[in-house]
Nanobody, 125 residues
């Protein structure tokens, strides 16, 4: 399983860094990690993904200017750095893992089989 952390309340224009870690302590068997978010009344939205072996990253077009995904393989943690946050970024943010062998990654939720519980991010003054 994977576990998210780092959510909270932040003012508009602020930053947050979310973390995604394997509950076992290692991403053994996982090929890619992705971040998704879901706001109340809206569909789940893919943000970014990273291939853990190739370090390939992919972003949703609307996210690439303010969000950055990265991995610390030594710490077995994937981060989502979120800058210039807006009230419309308020959502539950979840990370997900895929074990499908690939050289790239996808932000389609059907590509992922292991999901965290999510962490709430609220952007408000």
């Amino acid at each position: 399983q994977v576990v998210e952390s780092g959510g909270g309340l932040v003012q508009p224009g602020g930053s947050l860094r979310l973390s995604c870690a394997a509950s076992s302590g290692a991403f053994t068997g996982y090929s890619a990690i992705a971040w998704f978010r879901q706001a109340p009344g809206k569909e789940r939205e893919g943000i970014a993904c990273i291939n853990l072996e190739e370090s390939y990253t992919y972003y949703a077009q609307s996210m690439k200017d303010r969000f950055t995904i990265s991995a610390d393989n030594a710490e077995n943690t994937v981060f989502l750095q979120m800058d210039s946050l807006k009230p419309e970024d308020t959502a539950v943010y979840s990370c997900a893992a895929s074990s499908v062998a690939a050289r790239k990654c996808s932000i389609l939720f059907i590509a992922y089989h292991t999901w965290g519980q999510g962490t709430q991010v609220t952007v408000s003054s």
